[in-house]
C-alpha cells in the first residue's frame, strides 16, 4: 500500500472508526486515541497490508484496543462491578434513540461491539468473528441477547415514562 | 364546607356506584355548591365499555409457538425470537410463513415494532476531529550535495586515469598482439616480406613527427613499418621550414617500404622483445601512486615511461610549435667537453648549454 492509499484511508475510514469506538468506549478522548493508533499502526506495516483489506485491518486493531481496555478495566474495577447500576431511573427527556443509547451503555462490552459492528458496519457474522476471534454462532447469540436486552430496557423505560 | 381529599374520592365513588347514603347525598351537594367548578368533572366521568375487549391476534395459538426454532437454545418469548431473526435476516422457510400469518397480530407486530428500535443508527455528525494529523507523507530520500560531488570526483578521477592509461599505453597494444601471436599463422606471418603499412592520423606532437606502427613480422623480431624522424628530420627542421616536416613525413612513408629492424632503442626494442615473448603479465613489483601517475603521465606525453633528456625536449619543442603556431627549430650538439641546446625561434634564439660531468 502507498502512502496516497493510506491517506484514501484515513478519510474514508476515520469517521467510521471512530463513531465505532466511540459508541462502545463513550468517550471522545478514548476514542480518538484508539483510531489514531490504529492508523499508527496501520502506517507502520504499510507495506504488509493490502490495500483491499484495510477496512478489516483497522477495525480488527480498535477491537483489539477495545478488548485491551474491556480486561484492564476489568482487573483495576472488579470491585465496581458488584455495586447496584446507579442508572435505574429515566433521564428528563427521553426519545427513542436515547433510550437505545442508554440501553446500549449497559449492554456488556462484546455485545455491544458485535452489535455496533453489524449495525454500523454492516458486517455479516462471518465477517464480524473473523474481527472478533468468535465463532459465527457465538457472534449470533450474541447479537441476539443484545436486541433483546434493548428491547426489554426500552419497554420497561416506556412503562415508567 | 371543607372535605379532606380521602372524603372527596369516597364521596364520588359512592356516587358514581350509586351507594350515596342521604347524609352523603347532602353533604356533596353543599360541596358542589360551594365548588362549582367540580360540578361538570364529577357528571363527565368515563365509564369503561368492554364490549370491545376481544382477542383478535394468533399469540396463543400452540402451533405458532411451537414452529418457532430460531435461538432455540435462548430464552425469550417465541415472538422475540421471531422479531429478532426476522431482524437480522435469519429466518427459516417454515417461519417466513409464519411470520406472513402473524403480520395481523398485533402482540407480534408489537414486539417486532420494539426490536427494530434496537438497530443502532449511526450518528453522521459525529466525526473525527483533525483529520489532517492522521495523514501521512511519503517519506523523502534527501538529496546530500556532497556525496553526489564526491560521487562526480571518483568519477572524473577514474576517467582520467583510465584516458591517462588507456588511449597511449603501449604495453596493451603489444599485449593484444602478443595474443594475436598466439593465434594460429596470419596471412601477414605467411608472407613476412609484405609489409602492412597504415596511416596513423593524430593530433599527438609525438605522433605527429613519429608515425609508428609496429607489426609482428615473426616470433622474434618487430618491424618498423612508420618511421621516427632521425637526423634528416632534424636538418629538415633546422632549415626553419614547415615545409620540412612534410618533406619529413614523405621521406617517413617512403621509408616504410622496406622493413626496419629495431635495434638500439631501448623502449621499442624492450617492448618490442616483450611482445615477442607473448602477452605481458601484470608485474607484482610494488610501485607508489606518485611513481605510478609520473610513469603513466610520460608515457602519454612522451611515449615512454622513462624518457631521455633529448626525447623530452624534441617533445616539449614540438609541443610549442603546434600552441605558438610559429616554426620553431631545435638541436641538440653533443660535444666534447659540452652539451648544447639551442632552440631557434624565428629571429630569437635560445642557447642552453652545460658541461658534461
Keep these: ?161 | 364546607m371543607n372535605l379532606s381529599e380521602a372524603q372527596l374520592a369516597h364521596l364520588v365513588l359512592a356516587y358514581h356506584e350509586d351507594q350515596l347514603s342521604t347524609n352523603e347525598r347532602h353533604l356533596l351537594d353543599d360541596y358542589l355548591k360551594a365548588h362549582p367548578e367540580l360540578q361538570e368533572e364529577l357528571t363527565s366521568f368515563i365509564y369503561l365499555d368492554h364490549s370491545d375487549a376481544q382477542y383478535k391476534g394468533s399469540s396463543l395459538i400452540k402451533e405458532n409457538l411451537e414452529n418457532v426454532t430460531c435461538y432455540a437454545e435462548e430464552q425469550g418469548h417465541p415472538y422475540e425470537k421471531l422479531a429478532i431473526a426476522a431482524q437480522e435476516g435469519e429466518l427459516s422457510a417454515v417461519e417466513k410463513k409464519l411470520l406472513i400469518a402473524l403480520e395481523t397480530d398485533p402482540a407480534y407486530q408489537f414486539i417486532a415494532q420494539q426490536i427494530s428500535q434496537t438497530v443502532l443508527i449511526p450518528d453522521y455528525n459525529m466525526q473525527f476531529p483533525n483529520l489532517q494529523r492522521l495523514e501521512k507523507q511519503q517519506p523523502v530520500v534527501r538529496f546530500v550535495p556532497y556525496l553526489t560531488y564526491a560521487a562526480v570526483a571518483v568519477a572524473a578521477l577514474f576517467i582520467g586515469v583510465l584516458l591517462v592509461i588507456w588511449p597511449s599505453s603501449p604495453t596493451r597494444h603489444f599485449a593484444q598482439q602478443g595474443k594475436k601471436d598466439k593465434n594460429p599463422p596470419s596471412k601477414l606471418a605467411q608472407a613476412p616480406e609484405a609489409p602492412v603499412v597504415s596511416s596513423v592520423n593524430s593530433t599527438h606532437p609525438m605522433q605527429s613527427t613519429s608515425h609508428l606502427r609496429f607489426d609482428s613480422v615473426s616470433d622474434t623480431s618487430v618491424r618498423i613499418i612508420s618511421v621516427i624522424p632521425d637526423q634528416q628530420g632534424h636538418s629538415a627542421l633546422q632549415n626553419n621550414s614547415t615545409d620540412g616536416l612534410n618533406t619529413l613525413s614523405r621521406q617517413a612513408v617512403a621509408t616504410t617500404t622496406q622493413p626496419v629492424l629495431l635495434h638500439d632503442t631501448d623502449q621499442y626494442s624492450m617492448v618490442s622483445e616483450k611482445a615477442a615473448a607473448g602477452p605481458l603479465k601484470p608485474s607484482s613489483e610494488s610501485i607508489t601512486m606518485k611513481a605510478f601517475l609520473v610513469q603513466k603521465g610520460n608515457e602519454r606525453l612522451f611515449g615512454t615511461a622513462k624518457p631521455s633528456e633529448q626525447q623530452r625536449i624534441e617533445t616539449i619543442t614540438n609541443y610549442a610549435q603546434q600552441t605558438i603556431g610559429i616554426p620553431l627549430n631545435y638541436s641538440h650538439l653533443n660535444e666534447a667537453s659540452r652539451e648544447r641546446t639551442v632552440w631557434q625561434i624565428g629571429p630569437i634564439r635560445i642557447e642552453k648549454s652545460s658541461a658534461k660531468k
Excluded at chain 1, 472508526?17 to 493508533?37: M, T
Excluded at chain 1, 455496533?116 to 462471518?126: I, M, N, P, W
Aim: glycine share 2%; with cysteine.
Design chain 1, 1 to 161: 500500500m502507498t502512502a496516497k492509499e493510506y491517506n484514501q484511508c484515513v478519510h474514508e475510514f476515520a469517521d467510521r472508526l471512530y463513531r465505532f469506538a466511540l459508541k462502545n468506549v463513550q468517550d471522545s478522548d478514548l476514542a480518538q486515541d484508539f483510531v489514531q493508533d490504529a492508523f499508527e499502526r496501520l502506517w507502520l506495516r504499510i507495506d504488509h497490508v493490502d490495500y483491499q483489506r484495510v477496512k478489516s485491518y483497522l477495525f480488527r486493531t480498535i477491537v483489539n484496543l477495545q478488548i485491551d481496555r474491556a480486561r484492564r478495566q476489568q482487573l483495576q474495577h472488579a470491585h465496581l462491578t458488584s455495586l447496584p447500576d446507579p442508572v435505574q431511573s429515566p433521564g428528563p427527556a427521553h426519545d427513542v434513540q436515547v433510550l437505545i443509547n442508554e440501553g446500549v451503555a449497559k449492554l456488556t462490552e462484546i455485545q455491544r461491539m458485535v452489535l455496533t459492528l453489524r449495525d454500523y458496519e454492516g458486517y455479516s457474522y462471518q465477517e464480524i468473528a473473523e474481527l472478533t476471534n468468535l465463532s459465527t454462532d457465538q457472534v449470533k447469540v450474541y447479537i441476539f441477547r443484545a436486541r433483546r436486552f434493548l428491547k426489554q430496557y426500552i419497554g420497561k423505560m416506556e412503562v415508567l415514562l
